[in-house]
């Protein structure tokens, strides 16, 4: 009954047509005539409520002839996809239930929601979990209506869908997602449909070299099914209209072993997927078991599968004359008019009924008891597998206690230590008291950063190749803790996956180049947030983002390494999951980080620079701070007991360090000024209460920043973003901030400082502007300070570097 | 005397390994002794010369013995692949020469710029642009000094750098703006140097695909050269690590021919890159002369040269027990403690003068003539090729009369009219009549924009396979205008190459997924900005970037489609390079258009919905409006002659709709409020004149806004925005702004407008709040609306459709 074709070489010419009898790689007929025929039907069982889904209102099995009060008033959805995605999620069903698999799905292209749907509702897990839409016709139709309707399912993955972890509204991540869900999971196999429109993306195309980092002996498995469906909105895809030779070359290339299975003719089709995917699963057992049975840990070749299909595949070939199945008008709605045409109606319902619904389920409604049974049970059906709600597997981390790594500070301001390599050994206890359910991501930058020490816990994981130079402090290992690849959104997305499946993790970046993965960010702090509003979706630990090798500190590499500006995009995400931190040193920084990882379901934004700084708050302090959130520094005030002349506040380590400077100078220039110094550790507290849950009340922002005393607030991002966060505070127009304007170039620190109006001098002089009456005695500070300013300008353009009394100022009161 | 192995398969174990004879695909010695020997010592020129910029800044030719005070104080900059990129610069010279090529140079590697500093300064170049930095003991003291010191010469190929296009600050691009930069000028070469490092970012990697997009017949071509360096900062490279057969089969995966050159003996490598480089040029002449002599475009195999070289080539391979050469540590300043460490003094002068420069380099500190004349003359030089400095080739775009596409506008607000597609009958003819200076790209969805009219004018390049479907509207070809590819990356990467070489374009895009490209647009700015600084820079023509597909329209799409605060992240760009608009109708958005292909130098980023909209504006209208920027909007308002009640104010279309129909809405309640309408069309108009250049002075603002009267403010984007750009306006406390507030999930586009407070009722009942006195006519005024509102939610909810009523309104005055 089946005609398999082995793909070679000879084929590349005819390879890029989808259609006609299944050419595949494994070339074996596994199934009897009676299995593909219960597939086939199962298969078109889910076709149908693709379908419906896009079109129906009523009317769900078509028990009456379809009319136009049956079908929806605004056609949404996508038909393009949904067949191969189907295709594959069942082949693999097959194969869940006869080795016992620990498997989930996740769907890449972007649309593809009603394969994913339909085959969630037909192994009963939809209805489990969504009552109303129960597995008889009345279920149905509330399933068909509500997809892609008001208030109702959306088109993709979305959180509210049982089984997804990935939504696939912006592209690119299927792949990282699936291996950040399968490290420290052995048994986990993410079956992962990459789409061809997807794979055009950078952050998919690099993805791919997710393999040199997994571990067959401590890692699950990700089975990758590249669908080659052909077009994109209204194009072609690049991967379908390249030679098969290339093909094959680019995944060998990437170090996979590619398996194909292409073609149109149903059954043949269904033989070809059972035994690829049959040997794929069999190859990633035996690379497993081998590596397990040995206790060595390799890279092997991977397999993955391309499966080349018709774009809106068993749909009609022609509309009128314009082709439709296998191509690029059957990636939405196919049949487009027929609301107003009656002869479009027609042939939705003959195209509707060619499935058989009447055949397929039973006289309730519900799917034939026999297809039923191809499904798995319990939580092995895919959209039940528990990893796709991580927050109910999630363990706490064992964190040791972080007042044990805290600095000594007797007084504020006056020792230079570097922060990051303090929390670095507090990091490395983390990794090493949680050896299987934290880890830490970022692209080549750990050490750079500071966090070296954290190798001594976990080495860099590395299945790539050795060589000797390695062994030279390279901290590469089989089995690691720390992965870094040079890729911001592969790291982002792995740890996005590891999180999504309910594990820990950081990455650390610079700050510059964090802005490479805003829309990932972005696209994940959604998530989250709609996740509250589902019901059943277990919280998820906290997403943490770690931004060091800042602004201020990256005069030297020039003004492309000068970009704080992530906060902003942060900022606008629902006040529901963003959390913002600047710790201003150490013992702040350990504090930030314990409660950070510590929460649930945020992303955490941590700001703190890597080189060495100086310190202000002993432990007890630091924690009274970050509970706060915002404070006055009493060390570094003179206003005690009375109303403060200028308030000169700080946002950020190396502006705070200036801050202070500024108001050492203004004491020292002008004695009887009564100065406040006030810090802020958490951004968000800015904002009025009712906006953000962190937010201060106006009452409490009063008390700490007057209504009428002029405040200079020196900020470590783009200084607007304070009087975006302030506007609604009476005495707003007293707040002037100063921060990076985008004004950078190679510099000192100090330059770059003065560049912006950020350093201690153009602080000094601003809050000398802005004092009233301070007469002759102002005047001749401002001109002194101008002085000094100045001179310290002239030593480092001389001199490459600055003056040492300004890089080692410690709070002289 | 050479002796290059052809590489095998059999060499795969040890081709990992980059040290010994040269192993190469082409085994020729094409060079004589004395060309190697020459070629060598030219190389060791500028080996010397990066070190020299490294450490000295005295002492340059090491005619005196080196001490501490010639060190620079800072030490700043990057050895590691200046040499692997400097040999292959030098190879380049030999084939421009030998072949009178017209090529220039492109440098990924983030920090090489030593490399391509000593060509240009070798080559005569650095000094005819940098008089001071003469070719003489002097001008290289200088030239040495300021390099990565305060305010002197960055570490990354800045603009500052002559024959730079691509600074290489932020990875990811080179091989994007290298196309970008041939398309359109078939006699040039780019040879671009990949960094291994590089090479692993999505962008990257999907990038490498831009050869399906290559015309052989009327573009020129891009020379890749994968520099298998070895490492990154900490961690080896994913490439360098993979076998033979892998990195050979990913590139003739990606549809190239790879060939290898790979080792570290000096000599049999020249051989190797000289015999290897010439048959890749020789290549590329055959297929582009095929491709013109026949007439017929096709894909070729492009070659391509994998470099596998040590990192630190040429320096020392150990330190003390630390490997140096061949390992990462040689990334940056080679050896660190020079200034603190007499005998790390000594190895860098030895290191130094193992170069021989007083053999290199003649009495009075000039490179020796007879090596001179190794590089190319004039225009030749790669450094001083005039496409490098693009504005100076740019021709002004042929634009036709945007007044003959206007709509005809009787009265303002009474018809409904697609925008979009009467903007891209426009571009159309801004398409033809620019056949080779002009190209649109966009990720797949540029018909999806409505602006598939412009394929009358030049089609979809391809150069894929083509299938029989593709004749039925595929608007593919192999000499188009329209360059798509589901990589926003890849698209922005080809308009900057096309743009910095001095032509002209638009990417158009779907408006949430523009976040993806963020990181790109903060560095194309960051470009735009140092090269208003850089005297011999000629202006070029600004970066179009036109966002369609908005959020108020991405109702049905759900919340991962819903993001406008790519403007947030615009703002914190330089006021000197960025320009927002936000047109309201169809003929605003032609008259900003046709402003925006004008201008120069700058990132203009343009918003307007592709569906049907409200039409306010006539011709004339359009051209005072948007001259002005913002404006009164006489039609709309009825406070003439009076001060106004409330500003009702809106910046967008479909926002401007919502506005103009809650003033309806308040005029049918309350008969005798007095409402003026205000329209803002380019953003910064909001910002005070201090701050942009197009910033509004107070008294215009108060003129337009009030200082005291409510204003409703209906933006498009985040309403923080308005208020950041708005802080410091007298009476800001009375702009109350509505807008995206990241509240969205598959919805109407009423109902998204209502969860954010955008809609109509919600307006015209926060008009109301605001307005004082109001009394009983107020309170029943906020029920009525409130009762509509609630109407037309509940329909909505129902049909899954707003009501005809809200969707067909127009403006009844």
Redesign the interface.
Request: contains cysteine.
């Given at each position: 009954m089946s005609d398999i074709q082995k793909n070679t070489e000879e084929l590349d010419k005819i390879s890029?047509?989808a259609y006609g009898k299944a050419r595949a790689s494994v070339n074996e007929n596994p199934l009897s005539n009676e299995e593909v025929q219960k597939i086939d039907e199962y298969f078109h069982a889910t076709l149908y409520l693709c379908l419906g889904m896009i079109y129906l209102?009523e009317n769900p099995l078509l028990r009456e002839p379809l009319k136009i009060e049956h079908i929806?008033?605004?056609l949404?959805g996508h038909w393009g996809s949904d067949a191969g995605q189907s295709f594959a999620y069942i082949h693999m069903n097959r194969l869940i239930k006869k080795y016992d698999l620990d498997a989930f799905f996740i769907s890449g292209p972007g649309h593809g929601a009603p394969a994913i749907l339909s085959n969630s509702y037909l192994e009963g897990v939809y209805s489990e979990v969504y009552p109303n839409k129960s597995e008889d016709s009345d279920g149905m139709r509330r399933f068909f209506k509500e997809f892609?309707?008001?208030?109702?399912?959306?088109?993709?993955a979305?959180p509210e869908t049982p089984g997804s972890i990935h939504?696939g509204?912006?592209?690119?991540y299927s792949i990282s997602h699936a291996f950040g869900a399968v490290f420290d999971y052995p048994n986990l196999i993410a079956v992962t449909m990459v789409g061809d429109?997807?794979a055009?993306?950078?952050?998919?195309?690099?993805?791919w070299?997710s393999n040199?980092f997994l571990n067959p002996k401590t890692d699950g498995a990700v089975l990758p099914i590249l669908h080659l469906n052909g077009y994109?909105?209204?194009?072609?895809?690049?991967l379908s209209?390249?030679?098969h030779?290339?093909?094959?070359?680019?995944?060998?290339?990437?170090?996979w072993t590619p398996y194909f299975v292409e073609g149109s003719d149903q059954p043949s089709m269904h033989q070809a997927m059972a035994s690829t995917m049959e040997r794929c699963i069999t190859e990633i057992r035996d690379i497993q078991k081998k590596a397990r049975d040995s206790g060595k840990a390799y890279r092997p070749r991977w397999p993955m599968i391309v499966l080349r299909t018709p774009k809106g595949w068993t749909g009609p070939r022609k509309l009128d004359?314009?082709?439709l199945e296998?191509?690029w008008?059957s990636h939405q709605v196919p049949i487009t008019d027929v609301l107003g045409n009656k002869s479009s109606l027609q042939k939705l319902e003959e195209w509707m009924k060619s499935y058989q619904p009447d055949k397929l389920f039973d006289e309730a409604g519900a799917l034939r008891s026999d297809l039923k049974d191809l499904a798995p049970q319990g939580k092995r059906r895919m959209s039940a597998n528990p990893v796709t709600n991580g927050g109910a597997l999630t363990h706490k981390l064992h964190l040791p206690d972080w007042r044990e790594y805290t600095v000594e500070v007797q007084n504020g301001g006056k020792q230079l230590l570097g922060s990051m390599q303090q929390f670095a050994s507090y990091l490395r206890d983390v990794v090493e008291k949680n050896p299987t359910q934290f880890r830490v991501f970022g692209p080549?930058?750990?050490?750079?950063n500071k966090l070296g020490t954290i190798y001594e816990a976990g080495k860099?994981v590395?299945l790539?190749?050795?060589?000797e130079?390695?062994k030279?402090?390279?901290n590469?290992a089989y089995e690691g803790r720390v992965m870094?690849?040079?890729?911001?959104?592969?790291c982002e997305g792995w740890l996005e996956g590891y999180v999504l499946s309910g594990r820990h993790g950081l990455l650390n970046s610079y700050e510059?180049?964090i802005?490479?993965i805003?829309?990932m960010v972005?696209?994940h702090c959604?998530w989250l947030?709609?996740c509250l509003e589902v019901e059943w979706r277990v919280k998820v630990p906290s997403l943490n983002i770690l931004l060091t090798s800042t602004v201020w500190r990256q005069?030297?590499?020039?003004?492309?390494?000068q970009?704080p500006?992530f906060l902003?995009?942060v900022?606008?995400?629902?006040p529901e999951v963003v959390r913002i931190y600047l710790p201003p040193d150490a013992n702040c920084l350990l504090s930030t980080m314990d409660h950070c990882f510590r929460s649930q379901s945020y992303v955490n934004v941590i700001v703190a620079d890597k080189q060495e700084h100086l310190q202000f708050l002993d432990k007890e302090q630091a924690i009274a701070h970050c509970t706060k959130g915002v404070g006055i520094w009493d060390f570094a005030s003179n206003d005690q007991g009375e109303e403060p002349d200028v308030v000169m506040a700080s946002c950020g380590d190396v502006v705070t360090q200036e801050a202070l400077a500024a108001t050492a100078l203004l004491r020292e220039h002008l004695a009887d000024l009564k100065i406040r110094f006030v810090n802020v550790v958490d951004l968000f507290k800015l904002i009025p209460d009712i906006d953000h849950p962190h937010g201060m009340s106006d009452r409490e922002f009063k008390s700490i920043f007057t209504e009428d005393k002029p405040c200079i607030f020196n900020f470590h991002s783009?200084p607007?973003?304070i009087?975006?966060l302030t506007?609604?505070r009476k005495g707003?127009?007293n707040l002037h901030v100063k921060g990076y304007r985008?004004k950078g170039?190679?510099?000192?620190p100090l330059?770059l400082a003065i560049r912006n109006g950020a350093d201690r001098f153009s602080l000094a002089i601003d809050a000398i502007d802005q004092i009233p009456h301070l007469g002759n005695k102002g005047t001749s500070a401002r001109e002194a300070l101008l002085n000094q300013q100045i001179k310290a300008r002239n030593y480092?353009?001389h001199?490459?570097?600055d003056l040492e009394e300004m890089t080692n100022w410690v709070w002289p009161y």
């Open positions: 890029i047509s209102r929806k008033r605004r949404l892609s309707f008001p208030g109702g399912i959306g088109s993709h979305t939504e509204g912006e592209l690119g429109g997807e055009e993306t950078g952050p998919l195309a690099t993805s070299h040199k994109k909105i209204n194009n072609p895809t690049l209209r390249i030679s030779k290339e093909l094959e070359a680019l995944f060998v290339g990437y170090g004359d314009h082709f296998g191509f008008r080549d930058e750990t050490q750079s860099k590395w790539g190749d050795y060589l130079e390695d030279d402090g390279g590469l870094e690849m040079l890729s911001e959104h592969t510059p180049f802005h490479i805003d829309s972005n696209q959604k947030e709609k005069d030297h590499n020039g003004f492309t390494h970009d500006g902003d995009v900022c606008n995400k629902s783009y607007w973003l009087h975006r506007y609604r707003q127009h985008e170039n190679i510099d000192t330059e480092s353009y001199e490459g570097v």
